[in-house]
Each structure stands twice: as structure tokens, then as C-alpha cells.
């Protein structure tokens, strides 16, 4: 069956200052090809695109128009001295989708598209940068980006769950960016003592929560979600992959969980009152910043506290993580909460990454069932972490889907 690539890009523009009126909706079904990356791990999703110049595209009443010609500026400060506006500008809106049609063996055309029928789009968000060269290369970012606009209040938000807080730093926002409202343990997460100040954008505060609580963050449309894991269960497919037929390339390797080494390296800060006498007006506590670094090897869990001035022991084998924590004051509390989550990577099975046409469509979170019919041993089910999209010339779509652990 032969598969004809079709790549759909629509873009919105939005007014600018002298051009109140720049509010275009056009789509296109040709590009020179993109890359986007999608992980809980990065907090945004990114897109990097090329469109070529000379070609038309459908405006929102359907009629073609050229890209490119003598009243048509593609971006940057050209349109506004030529006197009119660039066809696109940081800030406008962008929706890519892919997919295939081809002739099936009755006869008739059969198209399968992302962003129809019941399915969400490849990619939607901001357009970022617009490039120069031809082909016209754009970047974009998913609504991550709209985070950066919305300004944070200064205030301390002891008492505060992270949910309740992240709603009330977002309250009334005109991008339409909501919280998912889940009562997940994962998302009732005690934030302590922790204060936002005048001057910080959202997107800071929610950079500053990743780095100082080990919290992850995504956006999943206009919906804004926090915690950690940040799986949710009511909403993941599962999509199946074998080797011979699906799969066309792999970086998965196969490991008995008797020869996997795993360690993570806890970390809590927390505050302890000082020893010494303060003066007026001075805090009477400080930071203190505790370190474990928890390793399980043959079926036994050992631990190494850090002490002043001393280094943990390297990683010379297996895989090494970080867990960030809050408020734990004891090695034994941190080494409690480690256990749990290195032992979910515990597992005889795969691990790695492998790479698969562009449908069925797969996002982070959902589940993938790997089968090799050389080797049904090696048969599972498996959480995904993240993919990596492209679309080239020739044209073919590759997605790239890392695992992130075997669910069965």
C-alpha cells in the first residue's frame, strides 16, 4: 500500500500595534519539512518548521494566495516599512497535522489525519522566531509560551496545595490557560513556604517549583498540568508496535532485572532553626540542604548520606536519577520516598527508544505494547516518556518513542 504524506499547517495571525486589522487565518498542505519534541521532562514542547516560499496557501474562506509576491512580506520589521503587515510574526498562533492518504483495496481514498475525527493535533502553540533564509524556517512553542505573559503576584503561599495556587496565579488570564481540576494526590502537593514575587512571570514560578520541589509541568492544549508523575491514566491509549512490521528502527535494548543497577540521589531542603543567638528583625532559621544517595543492586537497597564538604560516590554503573524533595529532615525520610519511585524502574524488559511511521499517533503518557514474534519473551507493555517528531523531504514521518517504564 503506497502512503502519501500529507502535513497541514494553519496559522493565526495576530493583531499588532498599526496593523489592528492582521487577523488572517490561512493553512497550507506542503512544508520542506519540521522536528518537534514532546517530554514531561522539558515543561515546553517545541517546533521547528520550514515552509517554502513559493507556493499558495488557503486563506479562511478557502481561496489560494501566494505566499510570496509584491504585496506579501513574510516577517520581521520589512512589512511595517513597505507598509503593510508581515504574513507572520512572533506571537502568532500555529497548528501543524500530519498524516496519510491512499487508496484502499476497494478502490476508494481513505485519509487519516491528526486533529480530526476525535483526535488531538500533532502540534498547537506560538510561533517564536521567524527566520530569514529560504525555505522560511519557524519556531514555536506550545502554550507554555502564554505563561511568560501572565505576570505573578508577590506573595507567600504557606498553606497553599499546588493546584489551589496555580489557579489563583492564573486567575483571569485572557489566553484561556486553565489547571486541570484533579483531585490526583499528584497535584494536592503541600507547596510549604514557598513565595512568589513581584517581577516573576508564571512560567518562572513554575521553573522555580521544577528545580526546588521536583515537580514536572506540561501543557496539554490551553490546559496546564503539575505534579509528579504527571500521568494520567483516564486519558492514556495504548497503541501496538512488532518488530518486522511496525517498528523501523530501534535503540532498545533488553536487560534481566537482575543485571540492572539502579541509584537515584535524594535531595530535601528544609528549614532548621540557627544555633546561634539572631539579631532583631533577623531570620531565625536557615536552609539546610540533605543529600542520600540511594542504590538497589541484587535485591538490596544501601544508602550514602553527603556530608559537609564531601562528594557522593560517581555513577560507575547502572542508571543514576535525581529526586527533589521538600521539608524531609531525616536521611530516613528521604530514603522512604526514594524506594518507591527507583523501584518502578526495576524490571526485566526493555528500555531505550525505537522509531515507528507517523500513525497511530503517540503522545507522552500513553502506552505502547512492544511484541517480537523471534522473541515473544521480550513481549510488554510500556509507559512513554517522550517522542520526537519529524517529517522530511523525501517525505516520510518518524515518530521517536522513548520509554519511560514497563507497565506489565
Not at 76 to 103: C, H, M, Q
Not at 258 to 283: F, H, M, Q, R, T
Request: hydrophobic letters at 35%; proline letters at 4%; a positive charge.
Amino acid at each position: 500500500m503506497e502512503l502519501n504524506v500529507i502535513i497541514r499547517v494553519a496559522i493565526t495571525q495576530q493583531p499588532i500595534t498599526g496593523y489592528a486589522s492582521r487577523n488572517e487565518v490561512f493553512s497550507y498542505d506542503l512544508s520542506c519539512g519540521f522536528d518537534s519534541i514532546s517530554t514531561w521532562e522539558n515543561i515546553t514542547d517545541t517546533l521547528k518548521i520550514s515552509l517554502p516560499k513559493y507556493v499558495y496557501a488557503l486563506d479562511q474562506d478557502g481561496r489560494p494566495f501566494p505566499m510570496a509576491g509584491s504585496n506579501r512580506i513574510i516577517g520581521g520589521d520589512e512589512g511595517s516599512k513597505a507598509g503593510f503587515a508581515p504574513l507572520f510574526l512572533k506571537g502568532d498562533y500555529i497548528t501543524v497535522n500530519w498524516g496519510y492518504r491512499y487508496i484502499k483495496t476497494d478502490g476508494n481514498e481513505e485519509t487519516i489525519l491528526t486533529g480530526t475525527n476525535g483526535q488531538p493535533n500533532l502540534f498547537e502553540g506560538v510561533i517564536t522566531e521567524v527566520g530569514s533564509n529560504m525555505p522560511i524556517e519557524l519556531k514555536a512553542e506550545d502554550y507554555m509560551y502564554h505563561l511568560k505573559q501572565i505576570p505573578a503576584k508577590s506573595k507567600s503561599w504557606k498553606g497553599y496545595d499546588l493546584q489551589k495556587m496555580l489557579k489563583e496565579l492564573i486567575q483571569g488570564n485572557q489566553y484561556g490557560i486553565t489547571v486541570r481540576d484533579d483531585a490526583q494526590i499528584t497535584l494536592q502537593y503541600n507547596i510549604g513556604s514557598f513565595s512568589t514575587n513581584a517581577g516573576e512571570t508564571v512560567a518562572q514560578v513554575v521553573a522555580r517549583l521544577r528545580n526546588e520541589y521536583g515537580l514536572y509541568f506540561y501543557m496539554r492544549g490551553k490546559q496546564l498540568r503539575g505534579g509528579f508523575p504527571i500521568y494520567y491514566e483516564d486519558e492514556a491509549r495504548t497503541h501496538a508496535f512488532a518488530f518486522k512490521k511496525d517498528i523501523v528502527s530501534s535503540n532498545l535494548v533488553y536487560k534481566r532485572k537482575d543485571d540492572v543497577v539502579l541509584s537515584a540521589v535524594g535531595i530535601s531542603e528544609y528549614d532548621a532553626p540557627k544555633e546561634k543567638a539572631v539579631s532583631a528583625g533577623e531570620s531565625k532559621t536557615k536552609k539546610v540542604r540533605l543529600e542520600v544517595l540511594v542504590t538497589y543492586k541484587n535485591g538490596k537497597f544501601t544508602s550514602v548520606v553527603k556530608k559537609k564538604g564531601e562528594q557522593l560516590p560517581p555513577n560507575l554503573e547502572g542508571e543514576r536519577r535525581t529526586f527533589i524533595y521538600n521539608g524531609l529532615t531525616t536521611p530516613e525520610q528521604v530514603i522512604e520516598r526514594v524506594k518507591p519511585q527507583l523501584l518502578k524502574y526495576y524490571y526485566t524488559g526493555l528500555r531505550g527508544s525505537f522509531t515507528v511511521i507517523g500513525l497511530p499517533y503517540v503522545k507522552h503518557g500513553d502506552n505502547v505494547t512492544i511484541t517480537n514474534p523471534d522473541l515473544p519473551d521480550q513481549d510488554g507493555i510500556y509507559k512513554v516518556k517522550g517522542v520526537k517528531r519529524s517529517a522530511t523531504t523525501e517525505p516520510k514521518l518518524r515518530q521517536e518513542i522513548t520509554l519511560d517504564y514497563k507497565i506489565q
